[in-house]
């Protein structure tokens, strides 16, 4: 088993030639430009081409989920992994009238909107530590989100929001991100009652490492 070995190799979840393409000028503007906010803007149009572009997704991975760990039937599709986990892709499919927890993502990524219609609300950390537990945030953005829309994620900053879907269907978002989020522990928060605890969403199709458990 992959998951095993000290330096796993990349694994594709989807495969096509549209797909690998992207990877691959996704992977040559981030090997030449080492700068976020650069690398990022260097991106946008790549991004942009992928989520308007019809029929490299499966089918599959346009389907709730009722046994992920987002809860509420949200799926989370791995689409993409490098082996050095320092880049992902993966597919959030949000059931009508659902909503992610408010959670935060600590990493670099571009997320953009595939299908249906979401409400975005984008929170400031006003006080506290996540890591601690005790935490005050103001709900700073609400934002409606279209398909073809996409958004930068550049830590700290706007990192930390939840997703409801206002459309009658699903609503998928693609998600680049510069890490194996899924498998990463990060912060769900209760802004309501001031506390965020620690999170991993893991995959609806694809199984974390035990070494990062
Ligand atoms: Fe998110």
Redesign the pocket.
């Known amino acids: 088993m992959v998951w095993f070995v000290s330096h796993p190799q990349d694994e594709y979840f989807v495969d096509n030639p549209e797909f690998r393409a992207f990877v691959a000028e996704a992977r040559k503007v981030i090997a030449q430009e080492s700068e976020l906010t650069r690398r990022i803007e260097r991106l946008k149009p790549v991004f942009s081409r992928l989520l308007r572009s019809e029929g490299w997704l499966p089918v599959a991975y346009l389907q709730p989920d009722t046994t992920s760990g987002m809860g509420s039937g949200i799926g989370q599709y791995l689409l993409f992994r490098a082996g050095d986990r320092s880049l992902g892709l993966f597919s ?1 499919v949000v059931p009508p009238g659902a909503s ?1 927890p408010v ?1 935060d ?1 600590l990493a670099w990524g571009l ?1 953009g909107l595939y299908r249906g219609e979401q409400r975005e609300e984008v929170y400031e950390l006003v006080e506290g530590d996540p890591d601690a537990g005790v935490v005050r945030l103001r709900l700073a953005t609400v934002r409606a989100i279209q398909p073809g829309d996409f958004y930068p ?1 550049l830590p700290p900053q706007d990192d930390i ?1 939840r ?1 409801t879907t206002v459309s009658a269907g699903p609503s998928v978002s693609i ?1 680049l991100l510069g890490s194996d989020i899924g498998c990463t522990v990060r912060h769900r928060f209760e802004p309501e009652h001031g506390v965020s605890k620690p999170f991993r969403s893991g995959y609806s199709n694809a199984p974390c490492p035990p070494e990062e458990s």
């Open positions: 959030l992610t959670h993502h997320v994620l929001h997703v998600h």
